[in-house]
């Protein structure tokens, strides 16, 4: 443990930095990074008080020269890295040259003997270096890339790092700099990469030619650290580097050769492959055109060699893990780069290599048709592979590729399934030839592999049970996505295939030949994503024959795991149909009968699908439900005719639906019926439709309040808590999708709900005074917030959706304002952050329409709230985002109402949007500059107000912005900045 004494040595600054210092120092970080909290506390207060000396980095050499630490050395290289990123142009000359001779003795020094763990340091210091040349090389620096080069003759290790160095020069100047140098900053740098790449491009000829003259000369490392560095530089060095010299054709064929820099050599052509020939005469272009296509064959032929294209790749990978499971990374990454150099020079050059391929008199045609095959061919078994990133670089390329082709129109179906030994023919063409052999070999590899869906809840855990999913996964939500795109193209290109595939597997799930969950998810996953890609006869039958054996599947398989996924599959698919669906009444009407028998399946999952099902059918076809159908005849045969809407069924039997149902899944099911009420063609039958499905609820609601008048006891029971969480939730939900006509329904509560609010409050309020903070914690206080939140919540909901702004501010503004008084009244740990949105809400829709009531409003709120949020940034952070949405809604639709308010409180307002617009939270931050942004509009508006408000606060808004704009933490906010900088320069005319 470092005692005080020693602590209190290392942070005077009056006490020179010296060895004991250091000493001290390794002790400190080796405390930060050890268990024990109080030293980890106590470390960070340390480094934090260091790292605020603005000389610290002047004490980088002594403490690398002196420390025992790794982790120190690291410390204090990163800080001199931030010096010089934020200070080195105004550091005197002496200081600069100093920090430069330091950095360069100190990385040849640990580079130059091989240290694995230096690696870290050398990294950093190496960072560092790179941070000076971005200053330095284009004035007092012109001949580093000479010396770097020249030092690699010293020996090979130091040549590694300067190669690495190199490289992540290159990285740096192309990819990492946008946000940290201005663009001529970039330009002149990359001019000063161009006009050197002489001396670089020798320096790694010289090591490949050796390395092929005399193998065991050259260290393994260094001959990577060489490909790595070529890699970096070859995507925009002069094309003659690469195609006049035979750096192609011997130096990257030959490593291409060799299995342990097969990948490397790869990624070099990969980044070749995707060079843009676009500059030069025709014959020029066509030239070089001529020599990337020649690239192409070497690559092919040479690969062929190593992984034969009649081998299948899955099976080589499943004997590689069998017998050499060593060798399965290798394998891997080998496969990773094949994939993506095929699919970049596809991608990059199909425009040209096609008409090439159609031209009749064009000599070397069949063979461009035939690596072309190759190709694809590669990237069709690369496509099988189980390795995730390989299949995702397959999958953009062959939505790249399907779009491509239906943009053109459908193509003819090529009968035939061997895509790997085509004969040609004088009439052979890719569009009928290849492609079509291509894509039905994608469409079965799409199929058995597609990606799940969001709607879907029930998953395989991994002993391969079926389970609810709890947590969405993101990156698969997103190859969904574009795998759907995928389908819906492979779909229309040629319908015939695909429906034959779809159908073959749907068959083989029957006869058991194909049965598996993982199997039958991914068939079904793949027929929902083509919704709305056929003509609707062809959808008709497809999906008929698809149900209908899905059905039959239902029944032929026995266990609850098994009915489960296959209803599961069933519920999606259906879903994703909602054009057949509509055309489809009867069909339509025993879909969701069947939906409401699995709202009683308690396997996990299997309601909440129903639920889920249901209302997204809801959405898509709500207007059948309310209209009496009289059809003769539909799919399920002969019926008689409705004589009521499916909705009053619905309603009438909707007890006895959800009987089995939690309270969320109740929930949708309300919010379900609610977006089928609103399609009801009058306000009447809304009316009634809405009372006839909440009737239930009313009578529950109405006997809670009358036992409440006799006993307010009753409103603290547990059960009468939830009871009315459920109901006001229950209206929200219905609200939310009938929006303006739900407001004779919500008229029925509104009164009592608010009454409601203030009696929990208030009792909230009185337990938090009278036992202090940690009464807010306890049970019934959790669920009585919660109801507060219903309340607000539903209020809000409806004067979001409402679209008769006289009604709703003659009607329901008045009451709100006990809520807002409430809200003034309680201590800031019971005020409800939400009551804020609800009256950003109202100002955000009925601002004209009670402007007597703004003043108030905002007096409420501005005193109750800004005392909060003023005193620190992060206290009552809900509260602080909800205030400046208020803010935003009050400048944004009553700003002569803001600017009326007491000049005080006016300051204090400008005091929280600068806070704001300063706030590490971007969303406060962004929040803060569109709310200044608004009064600055306005006040350039009126030269008497400008006056006055910028002889106040010109200069404080002047130089806050300036500092936010000057610091790259807000740099997401520049566009704000560049505005109100603007606003304030045109304002000057006002002045």
């Known amino acids: 443990t470092v005692m005080d004494p020693q602590l209190s040595r290392l942070l005077d600054r009056s006490i020179p930095f010296d060895a004991e210092k250091v000493k001290v120092l390794d002790e400190v970080v080796e405390a930060m990074y050890g268990r024990n909290p109080n030293h980890v506390n106590m470390a960070n207060q340390v480094l934090s008080e260091l790292k605020e000396d603005p000389n610290f980095w002047l004490y980088t050499d002594i403490i690398i020269e002196h420390s025992q630490n790794p982790n120190t050395k690291m410390n204090a290289l990163l800080i001199l890295q931030d010096t010089i990123k934020t200070r080195w142009n105004i550091l005197p000359a002496d200081q600069k040259n100093a920090i430069k001779n330091y950095m360069v003795e100190y990385v040849i020094k640990i580079s130059s003997v ?9 990294n950093i210091a190496n960072l560092v270096l790179i941070q000076i040349v971005k200053y330095e090389w284009s004035t007092t620096w012109k001949n580093f890339i000479p010396e770097l080069c020249a030092a690699c003759k010293r020996n090979q290790y130091i040549c590694e790092n300067n190669l690495n160095l190199l490289r992540q020069l290159s990285e740096e100047i192309i990819e990492y700099s946008k946000n940290q140098m201005t663009s001529k900053q970039i330009q002149e740098l990359k001019g000063n990469m161009y006009n050197e790449f002489t001396t670089i491009y020798q320096l790694c000829y010289d090591i490949c030619k050796t390395c092929i003259t005399q193998p065991d000369s050259v260290r393994p490392q260094l001959i990577k650290a060489c490909l790595e560095t070529l890699c970096g530089f070859l995507g925009w060095i002069p094309l003659a580097y690469i195609f006049l010299t035979d750096l192609v054709d011997n130096i990257l064929v030959y490593f291409l050769n060799q299995p342990a820099f097969r990948a490397l050599a790869l990624k070099c052509f990969n980044e070749i492959a995707v060079l843009k020939v ?27 060699n190593v992984l034969p294209i009649d081998v299948s790749l899955v099976a080589e990978r499943k004997k590689i893990e069998q017998t050499a499971r060593a060798q399965l990374q290798p394998f891997e990454v080998l496969c990773r780069q094949l994939s993506l150099f095929l699919t970049g020079f596809l991608v990059t050059n199909l425009e040209w290599i096609e008409p090439q391929c159609e031209n009749q008199s064009f000599s070397e045609r069949f063979l461009m048709i035939e690596l072309l095959q190759k190709g694809l061919s590669y990237i069709v078994r690369l496509s099988e592979l189980p390795e995730d990133q390989i299949f995702k670089i397959c999958v953009e390329f062959w939505h790249w590729f399907t779009n491509k082709l239906v943009s053109r129109g459908p193509s003819d179906s090529l009968s035939g399934d061997n895509i790997l030994f085509l004969k040609s023919n004088n009439n052979a063409n890719l569009r009928t030839s290849v492609y079509p052999v291509a894509l039905t070999h994608v469409r079965k590899i799409m199929i058995s592999r597609m990606a799940k869906p969001q709607e879907v809840l029930i998953v395989l855990d991994e002993t391969g049970y079926p389970v609810r999913e709890v947590i969405q996964n993101t990156e698969n939500n997103a190859l969904y996505e574009i795998m759907k795109e995928l389908m819906i193209n492979l779909a229309r290109l040629d319908w015939d295939n695909m429906s034959t595939i779809l159908k073959t597997k749907l068959e083989a799930q029957l006869d058991g030949t194909e049965w ?7 068939l079904c996953w793949a027929i929902g994503t083509i919704s709305g890609a056929l003509i609707e006869t062809e959808e008709k039958h497809f999906l008929i024959f698809t149900i209908r054996l899905l059905l039959n599947l239902v029944d032929l398989r026995k266990g609850k795991e098994n009915k489960a996924i296959v209803a599961s599959n069933i519920m999606y698919v259906v879903g994703q149909y909602p054009r057949f669906l509509r055309a489809n009444w009867n069909f339509l009407k025993t879909v969701v009968k069947k939906l409401f028998e699995f709202m009683k399946e308690p ?9 889920n099902t249901f209302l997204k059918i809801a959405i898509e076809t709500k207007e059948e439900f309310v209209i009496i159908h009289n059809r003769p005849e539909d799919l399920s045969g002969n019926r008689p005719p409705e004589t009521e809407p499916f909705v009053n069924d619905i309603i009438r039997k909707m007890p006895e639906t959800t009987a089995m149902l939690e309270a969320p899944l109740k929930l949708i099911f309300y919010e379900s019926l609610g977006h089928i009420i609103s399609a009801a063609n009058d306000f009447q039958r809304i009316e009634f439709l809405v009372s006839s499905a909440l009737e239930d609820l009313w009578t529950t609601w109405k006997n809670i309040i009358s036992e409440a008048d006799a006993n307010l006891d009753i409103l603290r029971n547990e059960e009468c808590l939830l009871t009315l969480s459920f109901i006001l939730k229950a209206h929200e939900r219905m609200a939310s999708a009938i929006k303006h006509p739900f407001f004779p329904a919500l008229a029925k509560i509104y009164i009592e709900a608010i009454k409601l609010y203030c009696f929990y409050s208030d009792f909230i309020n009185t337990q938090a005074r009278q036992r202090g903070k940690s009464a807010l914690h306890d049970h019934f206080i959790k669920k009585m917030k919660t109801v507060r939140k219903d309340v607000l919540r539903l209020i809000q909901t409806f004067v979001e959706n409402s679209d008769d702004p006289v009604l709703v501010a003659g009607e329901f503004v008045a009451p709100m304002l006990d809520l807002l008084q409430d809200f003034a009244n309680n201590i800031n740990e019971v005020k409800e952050e939400n009551v804020l949105l609800l009256f950003a809400a109202v100002l955000n829709k009925l601002a004209g329409h009670v402007a007597e009531l703004v003043p108030k409003i905002l007096e409420l709120i501005f005193e109750s709230t800004i005392g909060m949020i003023s005193a620190d940034f992060n206290s009552y952070p809900d509260h602080r985002l909800n205030f400046f949405e208020f803010l935003k809604a009050a400048t944004s639709n009553c700003l002569e109402a803001v600017f009326s308010i007491p ?3 006016f300051r204090i307002l400008m005091n929280c949007i600068v806070w704001a617009f300063k706030h590490e939270h971007p969303t406060i931050h962004e929040m803060g500059l ?16 400008a006056n006055r408000f910028y002889g106040i606060y010109y200069i404080l808004i002047l130089n806050d912005i300036l500092y936010v704009t000057t610091d790259s933490a807000y740099k997401n906010g520049f566009k704000q900045h560049a505005i109100i900088l603007s606003l304030l320069i045109l304002s000057l005319i006002h002045i």
Request: glycine share 4%.
């Open 114 to 122: 091989p240290h694995s763990k230096e690696n870290t340091l050398l």
């Open 516 to 522: 598996s969950f993982d199997n039958l998810n991914s």
């Open 603 to 611: 396997f996990p999952g299997v309601m909440e699908m129903a639920c």
């Open 278 to 304: 676009e500059e030069g005469s025709i014959d020029e272009m066509n030239q070089i055109r001529g020599k990337l296509f020649q690239m192409f064959s070497l690559v092919i032929q040479t690969i062929s």
């Open 903 to 905: 000049e005080e409180a």
């Open 930 to 945: 569109d709310i200044l942004i608004v009064i600055l509009k306005n006040v350039n508006t009126n030269a008497d107000i």
